[in-house]
């Protein structure tokens, strides 16, 4: 099986910074895409940046230059550095790895618990 354990998260103020990591574990062969998702009270959840093992990445509008999404792929591990956060960043952000290969299973796509950001303004 493959967990995903998301940490980083926490209390920060307006205009401060965070950075979230997630570890994918398990009988992992590779990883296509890795990224970010939160979800706000009463909202969907929504993307919010993603990087493929290339290294493409792909953003949400609402976070362009402010978060940045990296990954290390020797350690299925992937960050959100979130810069200059508000109030309405304000979310449980979920971590997902997309067509994950897994021995013995093939592939899968894959979700974390998620950890609470909040922003005071």
């Known amino acids: 099986q493959v967990q995903l354990v998301e940490s980083g998260g926490g209390l920060v103020q307006s205009g401060g910074s965070l950075r979230l990591s997630c570890v994918a574990s398990g009988s992992i062969f590779s990883i296509d895409a890795m990224g970010w998702y939160r979800q706000a009270p009463g909202k969907q959840r929504e993307l919010v940046g993603t990087?493929?093992?290339?290294?493409?990445?792909n953003y949400a509008d609402s976070v362009k230059g402010r978060f940045t999404v990296s990954r290390d792929n020797a350690k299925n591990t992937v960050y959100l550095q979130m810069l200059s956060l508000k109030p309405e960043d304000t979310a449980v952000y979920y971590c997902?790895?997309?067509?994950?290969?897994?021995?013995?299973?093939?592939?899968?796509?894959?979700w974390g618990q998620g950890t609470q950001v909040t922003v005071s303004s």
């Open positions: 997902n790895a997309d067509g994950v290969l897994v021995y013995g299973l093939g592939y899968g796509d894959y």
């Open positions: 990087i493929t093992s290339g290294g493409s990445t």
